[in-house]
Every structure is written in C-alpha cells, then in structure tokens.
C-alpha cells in the first residue's frame, strides 16, 4: 500500500492544480464518486501490465470480483428490472439489472470489473472485448440479460495464480500498448484469436479456403486482418504484432526496445 | 437508450403475436445492429425477444436429399464462415462473411439479424436529419448532401442508400431462399433476390417480410460453383470497414466456356444487385479478360451516379474484371 500511494504521488504542478480546486484532505476527496484512493488504484489498473505491475501487487491487480448480493436493490423498483446469473472470471455472479445495461457497464459499474474499457460503445473499437463462452465478443454491444448461464472471461481472469498469461507477459515484454487503454481488449481478443489459430478457422486473406481445417501458423498480414477488430489510438501495432507472434510461434523473439 | 421489456420466449407463436400486436416490438439476435441503433436512437423498440431460445431457431443444418444447404438464422456468422460444408462448397459464402465486420461482431452476429441489419448511411444515424426511412415524408439528407458511399444502381428520388451486408451479396449470387415463418407457424420461402427491396415509395421498408414473420433459416441451392468463385471487397481501408464495391462472382466452366455464371455487387444499391447485364453477356462465352471487359462495361453503363460517387461506376467496372478474373482463376489472387 504504501508503495502504491508513494508511486500515485500528485507531482508539484498537479498538487498546485488540485488545492487550487479543493479544501480539504485530498486523500479524502472524491472523484466521480469514488474516494481517491480508489481511483488511483483504477487509474493504475488502466494503464496495464507494466507500470502497474511494478507498483500494486498481484492481489490486488487479480482480485476476485466483489459480488453484489442479490436482491440489494428489489426487482421491481427498476422499470423492466432483468435478472442474470452467470460466471465472470470463474466466479458465479447474479445480477439485477435494468434490461438496458450491456455487459460492459455491469462489469465496470456493478462488478468493479474495470479492466475491460469502454471506448466507442458502438462496436467499432474493440476496447470492451471480453471472452464469452471461448469466443471473443464486444461487451458493449451484449446485453447482460443475454448472458444468463454464460462464462465470461475478462482481462483481470487471464491471469492464473499470480502468474500472468503468456500473452499478457508477451505484451510487456513487447511494449505492445502506450497509454494502455487498448490493451485488455487487445489482450482478450488475441488469446481467443490463439484458439481460431489452432481450429483453423479461416479469415478474408486464407486463399485455401476449400481445404479442410487444419491448425494455421499466422503470417504478419493475418495477425493484422484478425485483429483488425482492436483499434489502438497511439497505433503501438507493431509491436501488438511482435507479441502475439512471439505466443502464437512458441518461439522466443528478443525485444525490439529498449529504456532510452 | 429508451426503457424496453426484455423477454426469452421459446414458443415462436407466441413470438409472432408480440410482433403483430406490438409493431415497436424486435426480435434481438446478435444486437450488434439494434443495440447499436438504439443507443443512437434511431431504433425505439419497447420490446425484445431474444431469438436465440425460440423453438423454431432451433434448427440443425439438414443436408437434404437435393444437396442443398439449410444455414439456421439464429447461427452466429463466424460459425456459419467456418463450418466445413460452407467452406467446400460455397466457398464464396465463407469469403463474403469473413470479409465483414471484425472477428468479434461475427462471433456475435446472427444470419438471420445480417439480412436485417440496416444501412449505414449517416444521415439515418442522424436523428438531427432528415430520413425518409427513419422518418418517412422528412425528405432525404443524402440525396443533396454527402452521397459518396450511396447508391448508382435502383435508387428512388425518396432514398439513395445502400445495403451494407456482405453476407447477403454472396447469398444474391448463390440464389439462396429465404424461410420465414409468420402467424400460426404459416411458412413461406422467399427467393434472395425478391427479399430485399429497392427503395422506391418506401425506403422505410428494407425488406419483403410481413409483420410477425420471423426468418428461421436460409437454403442454399447445390450448384458447381465452388470451383470457380471469389468475393472481392474494395474499400476505404484495408479491413474492419464497410464495402465501396464488393463482387461476388461465380461460375461453372467447361474447358474454359462459361456454361454457368452468376454475379452479384454490393455497395451499390438498396438490396444486393445481380448484374444481370454482366451475366446474360458472358454466358457460353469464353472466360477471358477480354470477355470480362465487355460484360463489366456493358453493366456499369447502366449506373446512374450521384453528385459524389461517379467513382464507383468506374471502380465497379475495375472490380467486377478482377472478381471474374480471380474467379476464373480457381478463386486464386492473380
Ligand atoms: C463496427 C461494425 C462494422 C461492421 N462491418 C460490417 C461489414 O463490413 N460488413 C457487413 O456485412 N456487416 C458489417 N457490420 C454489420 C454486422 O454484420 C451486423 O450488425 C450483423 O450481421 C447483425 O446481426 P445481429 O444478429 O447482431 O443482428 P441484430 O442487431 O440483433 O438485429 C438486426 C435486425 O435483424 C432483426 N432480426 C434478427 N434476427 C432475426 C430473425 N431471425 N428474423 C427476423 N428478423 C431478425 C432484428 O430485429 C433487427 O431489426 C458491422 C457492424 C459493426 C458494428
Ligand atoms: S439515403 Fe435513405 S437512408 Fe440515407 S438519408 Fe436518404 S432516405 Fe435516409
Ligand atoms: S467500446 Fe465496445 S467496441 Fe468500442
Ligand atoms: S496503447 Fe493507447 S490506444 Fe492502444
């Protein structure tokens, strides 16, 4: 803890800014509704694997997600209040939700889930992708009351006692992400993207499509067509690219960067 | 987004009933269409029915005695892409989805809800504009304004949108029918090409199916394309991005004389647009590029162009060669 709140220090000019803003202890503030020191912990969780990493520790970035008990809020005090029960992260969850909230805001808002991100909410980014059922999918265009009995796998269940997923560890390695706001949905879409690899689901470029599936060993240009559904604003693609390679071949690329 | 019941019923009766008594109820398939023009407010239902526990979805894929195809309408597009029989022997079908949307949408999209999806052009995602299919009599935002990614073929001075699926090009050139069934579990089968609609008086209606039907599946005819098929798509960027011009071109040869062919264009009018022209030309002619030529000049004189978007007559004509060049190929790149 005390390493977090050292590392989640104001710097002078942000100190400046927010006692400008404020009275008060700011530790005690609140942004948004949440404390400070809860959105610091978010806002580490955000910008990913390795900043974080160094900073919080692995409880903390894996934790379990806190299950709102069913029947806080009764059922019939939200207009066509929906109830869903399914597994987040292995974990069962029941829900009562409002038959309008997608998936994505019941992880971030209900579940405290905020790894998964919310970029367009429209479909076109790929920032919310989650793994349903072994498929990736877009958690802002899925209904929660659609994902009754379902599992769903999201950024925070990659990771299997305290050990990161080869694809996560590959990112870090890699330097696949900037801000790191795209990352977990880049990160949910490849491990999936592993498994399409193995069946021999074929894309728009496989030119033996006639054949019978077998296991496909990805070139650059398919990794980039299968993975055209995550969109990275600070455009770190090539090296989304040299990670996913490095999993998807098993072999052991060096690093392309380095700290200047 | 605006308050809507939510319901899982499994008896498509019933369903057929909410439709009918309730015009502002919508059957909800993979929502990547309606969930998605509901938060946009174009789409104001007050009631969804999930289609995924309806009996009659309920489907499996029957080869029948004729080699025909049945795909369910509830079937995700990415399994339907995949599914071996698909892949071997329309292999264009495969191409056509695969070239659509991203990975994640087709896990999540439907067969039946791709038939449906709705256009893209932006003045009907607009609510601030005017739309005659969003808001019938309002007048048409495109027709005077931004229409380089509209219509060259069968627009109506009421609406100049395109059909963005490219699912349904390739089903257009496959001849597919369409299975619906409506009140009282009455069934009907619809032929592709007569299922969606050309603009005309009503650009808000997208497609033939009458109130309280519901799609069940889509039949694909056996036929000897496999061979010599491919489904091009041309657009702004390299992929996770809309059709300009898509060919879906098929043909069956017989030492190189083209004794069947069928094509099909996306991007460019209200519904999938067989050109007819192209293929009534290439018929028992040779498979040459010469011949190609002629038949994709032949077709594209017929375009009626709008202010912005002259470039898809001659970007049409380019694509429909190098369709039918590819499909000769053995669908290889040439
Ligand atoms: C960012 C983005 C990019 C895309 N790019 C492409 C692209 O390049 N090419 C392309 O072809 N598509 C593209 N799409 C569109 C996508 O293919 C469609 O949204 C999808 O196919 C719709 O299927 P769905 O099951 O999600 O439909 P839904 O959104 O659930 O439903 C769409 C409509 O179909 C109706 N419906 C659903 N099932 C049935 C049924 N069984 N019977 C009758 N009506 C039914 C619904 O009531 C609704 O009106 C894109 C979508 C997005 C969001
Ligand atoms: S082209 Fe059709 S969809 Fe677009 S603004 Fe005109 S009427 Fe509406
Ligand atoms: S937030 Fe879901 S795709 Fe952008
Ligand atoms: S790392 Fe910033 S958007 Fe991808």
């Given amino acids: 803890m005390t390493d977090q709140k050292q590392a989640a220090d104001f710097n002078e000019d942000e100190k400046k800014i927010i006692e400008d803003m404020i009275t008060g202890d700011p530790e005690d503030m609140t942004i948004f509704g949440v404390s400070r020191r809860q959105f610091l912990k978010q806002l580490a969780v955000i910008t990913g694997g390795f900043a974080a990493a160094q900073y919080i520790g692995p409880d903390e970035l894996f934790a379990a997600p806190s299950v709102l008990a069913p029947g806080t809020i009764p059922i019939n005090s939200i207009e066509n209040g929906v109830n869903a029960s399914f597994n987040v992260n292995g974990a069962p969850v029941a829900l009562e939700v409002d038959s309008r909230m997608t998936l994505l805001d019941s992880l971030r808002e209900k579940l405290q889930l905020t790894g998964t991100k919310k970029g367009c909410d429209h479909g076109q980014c790929g920032a919310c992708t989650v793994i349903i059922d072994g498929n990736r999918v877009l958690s802002c265009l899925t209904l929660t009351a659609c994902c009754q009995g379902k599992n769903v796998t999201t950024i925070e269940g990659l990771a299997k006692n305290n050990q990161l997923h080869p694809m996560q560890t590959a990112f870090i390695k890699h330097d696949g992400f900037q801000c790191g706001y795209c990352t977990p949905g880049q990160i949910c879409s490849a491990v999936a993207l592993m498994d399409e690899a193995k069946k021999g689901e074929a894309s728009y470029l496989t030119e033996n499509i006639r054949e019978k599936p077998v296991s496909v060993q990805l070139s650059d240009d398919e990794i980039r067509e299968r993975m055209s559904g995550n969109i990275c604003r600070c455009g770190a693609y090539p090296n989304i690219i040299a990670a996913i390679k490095e999993v998807h071949s098993g072999k052991e690329a060096a690093q392309n960067w380095q700290f200047a | ?334």
Wanted: glycine residues 6%; charged residues 20%.
């Fill in chain 2, 1 to 334: 987004m605006r308050p809507f019941k939510f319901s899982t019923t499994a008896d498509s009766n019933e369903v057929s009933k909410i439709l009918i008594a309730n015009p502002h109820a919508r059957l909800l398939g993979g929502g990547t269409n309606l969930l998605d023009l509901m938060k946009e407010d174009v789409e104001r239902p007050t009631e969804l029915v999930e289609v995924g526990n309806i009996d009659v979805m309920k489907i499996v894929s029957p080869a029948s005695a004729t080699g025909s195809v049945v795909i369910p309408a509830v079937e995700k597009n990415a399994r339907t892409a995949n599914d071996p029989a698909i892949r071997e022997n329309f292999p264009m079908l495969s191409q056509a989805i695969l070239s659509g949307a991203s990975a994640q949408i087709r896990n999540m999209a439907t067969n039946g809800g791709n038939l449906n999806q709705r256009t893209r052009c932006t003045y009907f995602y607009d609510v601030a504009m005017p739309c005659n299919k969003r808001e019938p009599g309002s007048g048409c935002g495109a027709m005077k304004g931004l229409n380089r990614m509209h219509a060259i073929f069968g627009w109506s001075d009421k609406c100049v949108a395109v059909h963005p699926s490219d699912m349904c090009v390739a089903l257009a050139a496959l001849d597919a029918v369409v299975k619906v069934q409506g009140a009282n579990g009455k069934q009907r089968s619809i032929p592709f090409t007569a299922y969606h609609r050309l603009p005309g008086d009503q650009p808000q209606k997208d497609n033939t199916l009458q109130p309280g039907e519901l799609i069940t599946a889509i039949e694909i005819p056996r036929n000897n394309f496999a061979e010599n098929s491919y489904y091009l798509k041309v657009r702004d960027r390299a992929s996770y991005a809309f059709a300009l011009i898509s060919v879906a071109a098929a043909m069956e040869l017989k030492n190189n004389k083209i004794v069947r062919v069928s094509i099909a264009m996306g991007g460019v009018a209200h519904k999938p647009w067989r050109a007819s022209v192209a293929e009534k030309y290439l018929l028992h002619k040779e498979a040459t590029e010469a011949n190609f030529k002629i038949a994709a000049a032949n077709e594209m004189k017929l375009a009626k162009p709008l202010e912005h978007n002259l470039y898809k007559v001659e970007l049409g004509r380019k694509a429909l060669v190098r369709a039918l060049m590819q499909a000769a190929n053995g669908g290889k790149t040439i």
